[in-house]
């Protein structure tokens, strides 16, 4: 900025000196992480209430959420519990979780749900350190459901786990064949329920600010049409393959033939010469 005549330069414009100067506002930097994050972010429906939180000597120990928790008992109609789990109006009874260092439980008491009575469900989570990857992992090991008051379904969760420094996070985590059925039936009970969570996200043992880590998502590379491409590679890697093995090999025929000795006729001294030099001739016709 420099000043001239009658006005007052900035940049690449003069500003007359009547006019108040108001000075040229720079666009925020942004963060290249923040903007790398929101490129491969999914679009979806936003989360309607904030996270569930567990304290533990004041700091949050587990956080989950969800977009949808829904239940169904056999042929009965759809519970949906969303409101009653992350409805910060009514919050759910957490009392009875616990948080250690190895181990974490999370518990959410629902009381009496339609003829349901005493209504809870209870996510048990654990924490191991892995030699091989030199890291700890947590992982969601089952998710039971308690009800009238002696009624226990058990799922034992499948490849539901994250890096200890990360959240993890996926669409659907339900017992449901077309939602991959990462909830498994682990009692005779489970078979007559169905449960899902849509957007399930959840972290423990390392929560900093009481917000979560950057979520380990649960997508899987091998989906079906990549698993049939990868299948149709091989099948013509290996025709290709063979046919390269035909060709070389043929062409290891040819040149035997080209390099093939001539064959040796000994003279036979009681063989008259006549005889000798027609074999001769038959030889080089040959």
């Not at 940049?11 to 930097?29: E, I, N, Y």
């Not at 533990?56 to 829904?70: I, V, W």
């Not at 759910?92 to 749900?113: E, I």
């Not at 994250?162 to 009692?187: F, M």
Request: aromatic share 10%; proline share 7%; charged share 20%.
């Amino acid at each position: 900025m420099a000043e001239s005549d009658g006005g007052m330069w900035t940049g690449d414009s003069l500003v007359p000196a009547d006019q108040p100067f108001r000075p040229l506002l720079q666009a925020p930097l942004r963060s290249p992480d923040v903007s790398r994050r929101r490129l491969l972010q999914m679009p979806g429906a936003a989360v309607p209430f904030p996270p569930l939180k567990v304290l533990s000597n004041g700091e949050p120990c587990l956080l989950f959420q969800a977009r949808k928790l829904s239940l169904r008992y056999e042929k009965q109609k759809q519970l949906d519990l969303t409101e009653r789990a992350f409805s910060p109006r009514k919050p759910v009874d957490t009392s009875q979780s616990v948080c250690r260092q190895d181990q974490a439980t999370l518990v959410m008491r629902f009381g009496d749900v339609e003829d349901l009575r005493g209504l809870s469900m209870r996510l048990q989570l654990s924490n191991t350190f892995y030699e091989s990857s030199g890291q700890w992992w947590f992982s969601v090991d089952s998710v039971s459901l308690l009800y009238n008051a002696s009624e226990e379904a058990v799922f034992n969760a499948s490849e539901v786990y994250a890096p200890a420094s990360s959240s993890y996070h996926c669409l659907h985590v339900s017992n449901l064949q077309r939602h991959s059925a990462l909830l498994l039936p682990g009692t005779d009970h489970a078979r007559r329920w169905t449960v899902s969570f849509t957007d399930f996200q959840i972290q423990a043992f390392n929560i900093s600010s009481g917000k979560f880590s950057p979520a380990s998502d649960c997508a899987t590379f091998l989906t079906p049409a990549i698993l049939m491409g990868l299948i149709t590679s091989l099948i013509l890697l290996l025709v290709l393959a063979y046919a390269l093995h035909m060709v070389v090999h043929l062409r290891h025929i040819d040149h035997d033939d080209e390099h093939k000795a001539d064959v040796y006729f000994p003279k036979n001294p009681e063989q008259p010469e006549h005889c000798y030099v027609e074999n001769a001739a038959e030889k080089n016709i040959l």
